[in-house]
């Protein structure tokens, strides 16, 4: 499904390759991860994904659903994660 965008744990980006802008977002958001919602800070959001800030330690490619207020769930696959940062591609671009 993410076919070539996912990026090892210890790899920090060098390059940003992304073909849409992120815009900086701030705020909470809840992140459904292995049947339990957790709270996260928002980062940046796009319509193909989002960063977020948490505690939890998904594996890349994990699916995920991240509920931004009164928006519906969007589904998506944890990309990268690096120190207390999760990256998500959504499932469907999302405008």
């Keep these: 499904m993410l076919s ?3 990026i090892p744990r210890a790899v ?11 815009e900086l977002a701030s ?3 809840e992140l459904e991860h ?7 800070r928002l980062v940046n959001l796009s319509s193909a994904g989002a960063m ?9 490619g994990e699916p995920v ?3 931004l207020g009164d928006r519906g769930p969007m589904l998506g696959q944890v990309c990268w994660v690096r120190d207390g940062k999760v990256g998500v591609n959504f499932a469907a671009a999302n405008e």
């Design 4 to 6: 070539g965008s996912m």
């Design 12 to 22: 920090k980006r060098i390059f940003d390759e992304r073909s849409e802008p992120r």
């Design 27 to 29: 705020g909470v958001a």
């Design 34 to 40: 292995r049947g339990c919602k957790h709270r996260v």
């Design 52 to 60: 977020v800030i948490c505690d939890l330690l998904p594996h890349i």
């Design 65 to 67: 659903s991240l509920q």
